[in-house]
């Protein structure tokens, strides 16, 4: 494994990662689409979003995702197993978000960050369905709530770790070739949509 540093809303830093592991390695067999944002540490409620925050999660949640895939896409071409996972969350599932028995339907609403991931799935699924032919598998995960900062200020007793939460990426990356396309997954399988 190699880190390179990039900013996934700044273009030219794509692009330089881009080129970076082309020059050196020549091409890509594993992208995780990582990165993301809350926008704030309370709710935000639809009635009274701040547009602003809300697009830019849906820069760094969604549009990002879209501009570093497709950056990478040439360097995955190459691979002969290349696989792409899209790190979503639980709270993109519509069917949990709506299902009175379970608790996420009892969460406040929020007009950014659980849109943008619900958008990530229907993005994972586009993609998979375009990247099908080439080989390339496309999957979404959600890592489950895991002691990092971007869940300490939930006050919620956390206790997996990153690498529990980890776990289904790893899964997602080294599926073989007759492994799902567009799918989203947990530890326990398949997440309703």
């Known amino acids: 494994?190699?880190?390179?540093?990039?900013?996934?809303?700044?273009?030219?830093?794509i692009e330089a990662a881009a080129d970076r592991i082309g020059d050196r390695f020549g091409r890509l067999d594993v992208l995780v689409n990582n990165a993301?944002?809350?926008?704030?540490?309370?709710?935000?409620?639809?009635?009274?979003?701040?547009?602003?925050?809300?697009?830019?999660v849906f820069e760094t949640n969604f549009f990002g995702v879209i501009a570093v895939t497709n950056a990478m896409l040439p360097l995955l071409s190459r691979s002969?197993?290349?696989?792409?996972?899209?790190?979503?969350?639980?709270?993109?599932?519509?069917?949990?978000?709506?299902?009175?028995?379970?608790?996420?339907s009892r969460l406040a609403g929020h007009a950014a960050y659980p849109p943008s991931k619900t958008a990530l799935?229907?993005?994972?699924?586009?993609?998979?369905?375009?990247?099908?032919?080439?080989?390339?598998?496309?999957?979404a995960c959600t890592p489950g709530p895991c002691?990092?900062?971007?869940?300490r200020h939930l006050g919620l007793p956390v206790t997996r770790t990153a690498d529990d939460g980890a776990a289904i990426m790893?899964?997602?990356a080294t599926?073989?070739?007759?492994?799902?396309?567009?799918?989203?997954?947990?530890?326990?399988g398949v997440v309703p949509w």
């Open 80 to 104: 002969a197993a290349a696989r792409i996972v899209n790190v979503s969350s639980g709270i993109g599932s519509l069917a949990r978000m709506t299902d009175p028995e379970h608790y996420m």
């Open 36 to 56: 993301g944002i809350s926008g704030s540490s309370g709710p935000t409620a639809p009635a009274t979003a701040d547009l602003d925050l809300v697009r830019r």
């Open 175 to 188: 599926l073989g070739a007759d492994g799902p396309t567009g799918g989203f997954f947990d530890d326990d």
């Open 147 to 151: 002691a990092t900062d971007f869940t």
């Open 1 to 13: 494994m190699h880190a390179i540093m990039l900013d996934i809303t700044d273009a030219a830093t």
């Open 170 to 172: 790893v899964r997602l």
């Open 121 to 139: 799935n229907a993005l994972s699924v586009q993609y998979a369905k375009d990247l099908r032919e080439r080989g390339i598998l496309v999957n």
